[in-house]
C-alpha cells in the first residue's frame, strides 16, 4: 500500500520547546519534502532530502533542521518552537528520476504557544 | 526563480456546471512538469492531473482537463459536471525538469465551493 504516514497529527507545545514531526513511507521513494502550509500562502517548502544523509534547503529553512538516516524516514526539528511556527506541516514524497507526482501525508497540526 | 501564482482566491458555482481555476506560473526552465492538486476538507492532499510541458495536447482525467496555454505561461483547471464532493482548495503547482532541485512549488490555492 503506498503511504506516507505522519505522526503526531496534533501537537501543542510552549514557545521555547522542541518538537519532533516524523514522517514516513513505504514506496522506496528517494526524495521527500516538508511543506508548511498557513491561510493564504499555500504550501512552503522547509526542507528537501534526496536520500540518507542529502538534506538541501527549501524556501523557508530558517528554525528548521532535518534528519534523514533511512529512506523511509524523514524528521522536522524545531528547536525552540516559536508561536510564529504554529503551523499544518505536510511531508510529501518522490520518485526523483521521473516526472512523477508529490504523494502527501495526512499533516501534522502543530500549536505553538 | 520559478513561481506560482493563483488569482481567484474563492469561487462558488451551481452544481452541474464547469468551473474554470486559473493558474500562471514563472520559470526560466525550457522543460518543467505542471500539476493540480486538491485539499479536502479533512486536509488531505491528492494529486489530480499532470501537464508536460513539452506536450501541445491538454491532459484529460475523468472530469478533469487542463487549459495549457504555453505562451502565456497559463495553466488552467477545468472541471465539468462539478458534484457537491468536487468542493475543496485546489492548488497548481510546478516542477523544473532540468535545475537539477526536484522543488515544487505551489500557488496559493482556489477555494471552490460547489452548490446543491
Known amino acids: 500500500d503506498m503511504k506516507v504516514t505522519q505522526m503526531p497529527r496534533y501537537l501543542i507545545k510552549r514557545m521555547g520547546e522542541n518538537v519532533l514531526l516524523e514522517c514516513g513511507q513505504d514506496m522506496s521513494h528517494e526524495t521527500m519534502y516538508w511543506y508548511r502550509q498557513d491561510p493564504g500562502l499555500g504550501l512552503q517548502l522547509i526542507y528537501i532530502s534526496y536520500d540518507v544523509d542529502s538534506n538541501s534547503e527549501g524556501d523557508i529553512p530558517k528554525g528548521y533542521r532535518v534528519s534523514r538516516k533511512k529512506r523511509e524516514h524523514f524528521s522536522l526539528i524545531l528547536d525552540s518552537a516559536k508561536t510564529n511556527q504554529t503551523s499544518v506541516y505536510f511531508c510529501?514524497?518522490?520518485?526523483?528520476?521521473?516526472?512523477?507526482?508529490?504523494?502527501f501525508g495526512a499533516g501534522t497540526r502543530l500549536s505553538v504557544l | 526563480a520559478q513561481k506560482v501564482t493563483q488569482t481567484q482566491t474563492s469561487i462558488s458555482v451551481m452544481e452541474k456546471t464547469t468551473v474554470t481555476m486559473d493558474c500562471v506560473y514563472e520559470t526560466q526552465d525550457s522543460s518543467y512538469f505542471l500539476f493540480w492538486y486538491k485539499q479536502t476538507a479533512s486536509g488531505e492532499i491528492v494529486f489530480l492531473i499532470r501537464?508536460?510541458?513539452?506536450?501541445?495536447e491538454n491532459a484529460t482525467v475523468g472530469h478533469y482537463s487542463l487549459n495549457f496555454q504555453k505562451p502565456k505561461s497559463s495553466i488552467g483547471l477545468i472541471i465539468t459536471a462539478t458534484q457537491i464532493e468536487d468542493s475543496a482548495v485546489y492548488f497548481c503547482a510546478m516542477r523544473e525538469d532540468n535545475t537539477g532541485n526536484y522543488k515544487y512549488v505551489f500557488g496559493a490555492g482556489t477555494r471552490l465551493k460547489v452548490i446543491a
Open positions: 510529501a514524497s518522490s520518485l526523483r528520476l521521473s516526472q512523477n507526482t508529490l504523494y
Open positions: 501537464q508536460d510541458s513539452y506536450k501541445k
